[in-house]
């Protein structure tokens, strides 16, 4: 899917962090004591919320989010890898056993730091995302914090002081219209964005819940400082300080401190090898919308990041060397050659690594080498939408 960099919010899923907070979390007032200044061993999360009436706003709304999570459940965008979806639902469970079974979780493939919930118990969460996350720790940050608008209903105050059903509609219509939703959610974002205060008492209930289910809480401080970086690639050092777009929120630097803050002696389990288990089958999928999103530098970094993990990752060589490929600035082309040749030397090197190398020997004019990999490729890769094209590479590179 392509996503177009030109669209005005197109650098706002990394400032936000918390675009995933214009989630619609719930509606009834009153905002019980969880995220307080209790101790972590003594809070108590409330109890299973009930459905409530009909005739009420809540219950309107309520009604809304269901039509909107019957789009969702027949959109192509939709990632329906049961594999997926039972570890999504495994980690909410772990958050918040006795919730969990209100909570439905949807991922989507949409190449953006983003998740949100809605009052009825439908969250979603997109693949930018859980491509930026390094373990299941990272994740329960995420997560923790989108149930931490959940359970302290924090979307009431926020649609009552819109009081325009024309706004609430166009919101509504956003979360279901995923293949628009990209290009206007930057927008959107400023209208439905929490206060402060929501968003800093979902920080502390997410820290909470993160820990008490046995996570360590340093790695929701690692998201903020990935993400920070990626941002500032782009946007400058006072990139995350300024709160721009989203003015009503707490700047990502703030609150990144606060994070480290309550995450200070704390000591639990990180997750990397479940995530990865979970997410393999996908993760491709996922890194070539990375690339189509065309931002190459804030990509670089995220590549950078994961390759300094695991300098072998042949998808995230691939990655690399593709986009060093695509952006053909000063080295750039001896970058690619080098990241895709150390990356078609990896078992499980991707078919598209083959592909690329022929193009970079064909702009080199090495007619054997381009050959060489070409062909390979479509041993591969013998079903590949482009395989005609490529035969057709190799038919003009014939002496």
């Known amino acids: 899917m392509m996503f177009d960099p030109r ?3 197109r650098r706002a899923f990394l400032r936000s962090g918390c675009r995933h907070c214009m989630a619609l979390a719930a509606l009834a007032g009153g905002l019980p004591a969880l995220a307080g200044e209790a101790d972590d061993d003594q809070f108590e999360l409330p109890a299973r919320f009930k459905r409530p009436s009909a005739d009420s706003d809540e219950g309107g709304l309520w009604a809304m989010m269901d039509r909107e999570e019957q789009r969702i459940r027949r959109s192509p965008l939709t990632l329906r890898d049961a594999g997926l979806q039972d ?4 980690l909410i469970t772990r958050l918040v056993p006795e919730h969990a079974p209100d909570i439905r979780s949807y991922p989507v493939r949409m190449p953006l730091f983003n998740a949100m919930m809605a009052p009825n118990g439908m969250m979603i969460v997109w693949s ?7 373990n299941e720790a990272q994740l329960a940050a995420i997560v923790g914090h989108e149930l931490g608008h959940y359970l302290e209903r924090h979307t009431v105050e926020q649609l009552r002081a819109q009081r325009d059903a024309a706004l609430v509609s166009q919101f509504v219509g956003l979360i279901g219209g995923l293949g628009a939703a990209a290009g206007q959610i930057g927008i959107m974002a400023g209208m439905f964005a929490y206060s402060r205060e929501h968003e800093a008492r979902a920080d ?3 820290m909470r819940l993160m820990k008490h289910a046995g996570y360590d809480g340093h790695e929701a401080v690692a998201v903020w400082a990935n993400l920070l970086a990626e941002d500032r690639i782009t946007g400058g050092e006072d990139a995350g300080s300024r709160g721009d777009i989203f003015a009503t929120h707490p700047p990502t630097t703030e609150r990144r401190d606060e994070l480290r803050r309550m995450a200070e002696n704390s000591k639990g389990e990180l997750g990397a090898d479940s995530l990865r288990k979970a997410f393999a089958p ?11 999103r065309g931002q190459y ?3 670089l970094v995220l590549f950078d990041r994961i390759l300094k993990r695991d300098g072998q990752d042949a998808e995230a060589l691939y990655a690399r060397g593709e986009i060093y490929r695509l952006r053909d600035e000063g080295s750039d082309n001896m970058k690619a050659m080098d990241d895709l040749q150390h990356a078609s ?3 499980k090197a991707p078919a598209e690594t083959f592909r690329s190398l022929g193009l970079l020997y064909q702009q080199r004019s090495d007619a054997p080498a381009a050959t060489a990999a070409f062909q390979k490729y479509l041993a591969v890769a013998p079903q590949a939408a482009d395989a005609g094209l490529v035969r057709g590479y190799l038919t003009d590179l014939k002496p």
Do not use: A, N
């Open 345 to 347: 030397m990896q078992i």
């Open 282 to 292: 996908l993760r491709f999928g996922w890194i070539q919308d990375e690339i189509k």
């Open 128 to 134: 930018g995302l859980l491509l930026r996350v390094e």
């Open 297 to 299: 530098e804030e990509s």
């Open 7 to 9: 669209t005005p919010g």
């Open 87 to 90: 570890y999504l639902r495994g």
């Open 204 to 206: 502390r209930l997410g």
